[in-house]
């Protein structure tokens, strides 16, 4: 009997990148690929690529747990997802990471920019308006976990340390601001005064590259001194800060590595986290058929890339396997442990257990032996770090600090053309909407941020009540 082309592995439902309806979705192995194929009445049959290593898009089910809710839901489940989003009852992940965007102003117009900000785009929030934001996310999660002050760029608002002030009188465990880093360099007072909001407060910084043609070409601008000056300052008050990397195939996916290396000799950053480009908001040079960037592709390329990390280290994040890897490393008397491979993989997922594992390198044991707490055999410790280890174990160290701390994450947020309903429904990084809904990020881009696509969304929720 003849055979197809491909192995049926699943099915789902996704979107039509060109019309946004809701459309039935195979999930199929060909060619060493993951490929979506679905096919929409109107723009007929479509094949996306949304995985290269096969093995570990089926592993990632192993990972999956519970799903943590909030305390409330804020909107009924009645079109079906992702037609409900606010969040609707239907959703199975509290908010992990909530982004609150204060003002719709930035002082550069990059050709990459999901919220298609700019120097006369939209409007500043008010006090009054973001302190509604940030209370409906209270209301939800009673003491959400990671609050990101976002824009536009927010360092341009007016009323700034009164918005920084307010969410530290808030119950919010981690506090960070989403900036391209101008202020920062131009501004060291600027950078002396966020220092004051330590602990429990981070800088996401954004950093894309060391060349000047791709930045140019993703942020309009060579910004190669803006950011080292920016590093400069945070360096100078070891204020802990992220670096945040937006991914394009072909642009600037081979600096991943030289990333990572600059990052580990930074005295202030605690991570990198790489974003592959969600074809949405404003792409003045990309093309999503050719150039987008996989999740598993960035894997790959991590472990191509860095002789630090191996595919023990880079795992599925529990809460949303699709959307998210994460690796752990700890700095230790000048040298860098790669810390995920010691996780006993019962215990990620429980994230309930205390056992972290390191019997075959002795360098790490006799470090961490003078740093925790309790140490049980040669072989296993049992360690508190204090929650700063993102869906690991529970452990106690009290002479660790979080500049001991290195982490890597790749961050997928899905668009139209991979977009897959059961990843979404458990997308745990969320935004406060102007209306003061909490929507996946994901979903946000897609059919809610601005009055255009929500008139969209309404044109298809009728269709799909037909």
Not at 93 to 118: F, G, W
Not at 352 to 368: A, C, K, W
Request: charged content about 25%; overall charge negative.
């Amino acid at each position: 009997m003849p055979e197809r082309p491909y192995t049926y592995y699943d099915f789902t439902l996704s979107l039509c990148p060109h019309c946004l309806r809701r459309v039935e979705a195979k999930i199929v192995f060909e060619d060493g690929g993951v490929y979506m194929l679905k096919r929409c009445l109107t723009h007929g049959r479509q094949k996306v690529l949304i995985a290269t290593d096969v093995e570990y898009y089926k592993s990632i089910r192993n990972y999956v747990k519970p799903s943590e809710t909030p305390r409330r839901f804020n909107t009924a489940t009645h079109y079906g997802c992702p037609y409900d989003c606010g969040l609707c009852t239907d959703h199975e992940q509290h908010s992990c990471l909530t982004v609150i965007e204060i003002t719709d102003r930035c002082n550069l117009t990059c050709p990459t920019c999901y919220a298609e900000s700019s120097p006369t785009h939209g409007r500043h929030r008010t006090l009054e308006e973001v302190e509604a934001m940030v209370d409906v996310l209270v209301a939800n999660e009673g003491e959400p976990d990671v609050v990101q002050i976002s824009g536009g760029e927010p360092t341009l608002h007016p009323q700034f340390w009164e918005i920084l002030d307010m969410c530290k009188r808030k119950p919010i465990k981690h506090l960070m601001v989403n900036t391209n880093g101008v202020r920062l360099a131009k501004d060291e007072a600027f950078v002396a005064r966020l220092a004051t909001y330590v602990p429990a407060f981070e800088v996401y910084l954004q950093f894309d590259s060391f060349r000047k043609e791709v930045l140019e070409t993703m942020r309009g601008r060579d910004l190669r001194d803006v950011r080292l000056q920016a590093l400069e300052h945070l360096n100078k008050y070891n204020l802990s800060t992220t670096l945040v990397v937006t991914l394009q195939k072909g642009l600037n996916h081979d600096e991943i590595g030289e990333i990572i290396d600059f990052a580990l000799k930074q005295r202030c950053v605690r991570g990198v986290t790489f974003q592959p480009t969600q074809a949405a908001g404003r792409l003045d040079h990309f093309n999503p058929e050719t150039d987008r960037f996989s999740l598993t592709e960035v894997r790959q390329e991590i472990l191509r890339q860095s002789p630090l990390f191996t595919a023990a280290d880079l795992l599925p994040v529990p809460c949303n396997p699709d959307a998210l890897v994460m690796g752990y490393a700890l700095k230790l008397g000048g040298e860098v442990f790669p810390l995920t491979r010691y996780i006993q993989p019962a215990e990620l997922l429980q994230n309930s257990g205390n056992t972290i594992v390191y019997e075959h390198d002795p360098r790490l044991r006799n470090h961490l032996l003078r740093l925790f707490s309790t140490a049980n055999t040669v072989d296993t410790v049992t360690p508190e770090l204090n929650q700063l280890l993102c869906c690991l174990p529970m452990v106690q160290a009290p002479n660790l600090r979080y500049e001991n701390l290195f982490r890597v994450i790749i961050l997928q947020f899905m668009d139209a053309w991979n977009f897959d309903v059961r990843a979404v429904k458990k997308s745990c990084v969320h935004i406060v909407s102007k209306d003061l809904k909490i929507i996946p990020f994901e979903t946000m881009n897609i059919f809610y941020r601005d009055a255009e696509k929500v008139a969209r969304l309404q044109e298809l929720r009728d269709i799909s009540v037909l």
